[in-house]
């Protein structure tokens, strides 16, 4: 899915996986894996070539709350940082509130000040995050220059459109 991104089409594909045990930083996961897909694999998020990646958590779904309110809680507070980052900047955010999984939220942001992806990185990125039961999905795609921050954030929208479909393929055959 990842290298059908327009600019990361035939990208290789890293994948990272949680391991048993491992934790991923963070107490309440049970298991992790992270995808990226960049054109440049030894510099992917240079802003000359596309990179794109989802990193998925999966956190314990024996919760004393059926809604996992306290995960999505945590989720919240954790997107309102990446947002608080560019709080200072010059740089122009637009956000969008997705009702993709159990709800999320997409952004883009472009930084034509370098503000905030300074030392020749690229000035455009979109993200996204959302959750689905006892699943947290985290996306990101910065594209090449030539593409517009609303094109960003409608691409990280698609992917996320395109990961809570996957998501829930594979849980109607387990």
């Known amino acids: 899915m990842l290298s059908s991104v327009a600019g990361a089409e035939g990208a290789e594909v890293e994948r990272l996986d949680g391991r048993p045990g491992d934790r991923a930083a963070h107490e309440e996961y049970e298991d992790w894996v992270a995808c990226r897909a960049s054109t440049d694999p030894d510099e992917p998020w240079t802003g000359r070539d596309t990179a794109v990646g989802v990193t998925t958590s999966l956190h314990a779904p024996d919760t004393e709350e059926d809604d996992y309110s306290e995960m999505r809680r945590d989720a919240e507070r954790s997107y309102e940082k990446v947002l608080d980052n560019f709080e200072e900047t010059r740089a122009e955010v637009d956000t969008r509130e997705i009702p993709t999984g159990d709800g999320g939220t997409a952004y883009s942001v472009e ?64």
């Open 111 to 174: 930084d034509t000040h370098r503000d905030v992806f300074g030392g020749g990185r690229g000035n455009k990125r979109g993200g996204a995050m959302f959750t689905t039961r006892n699943i947290r999905v985290v996306i990101e795609y910065s594209g090449t220059s030539d593409v517009s921050a609303e094109e960003h954030l409608e691409t990280v929208v698609d992917l996320a459109n395109a990961m809570n479909r996957r998501i829930s393929r594979t849980v109607e055959t387990e």
